[in-house]
């Protein structure tokens, strides 16, 4: 689709290997440990697991246009049709 995918997240190296590693990934994973993107981006976010709040990041998917621009942000993402929804997102742009 020419388009290129990065994953980016707070957590540090070692872990994004690991991850990379277990699930075989081919994209370049990037590391946001003082969660800076996450903050300008408004995705870092209390959340709440059983009743416990921590902070951390909302799923969440950025396209960004050829010039650099943010095209669509898909927040709150639920896995189950999600790539078909950026794959159409994706083509609209070309």
Not at 22 to 37: F, G, N, Q, S, W
């Amino acid at each position: 689709m020419n388009a290129e995918v990065m994953g980016i997240s707070p957590d540090s190296i070692g872990s994004h290997q690991k991850f990379k590693k277990k699930y075989a990934l081919t994209y370049p994973l990037l590391v946001d440990e003082d969660h800076r993107l996450a903050d300008a981006l408004g995705i870092w976010k209390e959340k709440s697991l059983y009743g416990v709040k921590f902070w951390g990041v909302e799923r969440t998917t950025v396209i960004i246009d050829r010039e650099g621009r943010i095209a669509k942000i898909f927040s709150k993402v639920k896995i189950p049709g999600h790539v078909q929804e950026v794959e159409e997102a994706v083509k609209l742009l070309s």
